[in-house]
């Protein structure tokens, strides 16, 4: 029975890290106004002579899905903790590429601090 449990909280933890890499590849090809109306409005815009680059930044502290909290103030964070910036290069008003930057290191994996930029574009991608 634990294991069963635990084998269903891995697949469900790695699950969130997938969304990001899904994304990376699904979202290419995207316009700019349909990747604006599901991420929301960029927190920065770079134009460049091919193009621009559009950035979101997830600057809040992402925590991880395990904490642990004791009477005795004692406190225990598996999971982490990070931050996340969504940049995206577009040419010719599609996106052309997705990176993501910022330290995420959280249990579910190295991009799970930025699934809340593009779960909203991802979903829409799988309709």
Known sequence: MIRSVSLLAVIALSAC?????RAQHDL????????IACAGVPDNRELLPDGEVLEWRQ????QG???IKTPLSFELDVGGRG????VARLRQGRVA????????????GP???CRPLVLACE?????
């Open 17 to 21: 890290s997938t969304v990001p890499t």
């Open 28 to 35: 290419i090809g995207t316009s700019r106004s349909d990747l």
């Open 59 to 62: 600057d809040a502290q992402v």
């Open 65 to 67: 899905p395990l904490t």
């Open 83 to 86: 931050t996340c910036h969504l």
């Open 97 to 108: 590429q997705i990176e993501y930057t910022g330290p995420s290191a959280t249990l579910t």
């Open 111 to 113: 991009y799970a601090a």
């Open 123 to 127: 979903r829409r991608t799988h309709k």
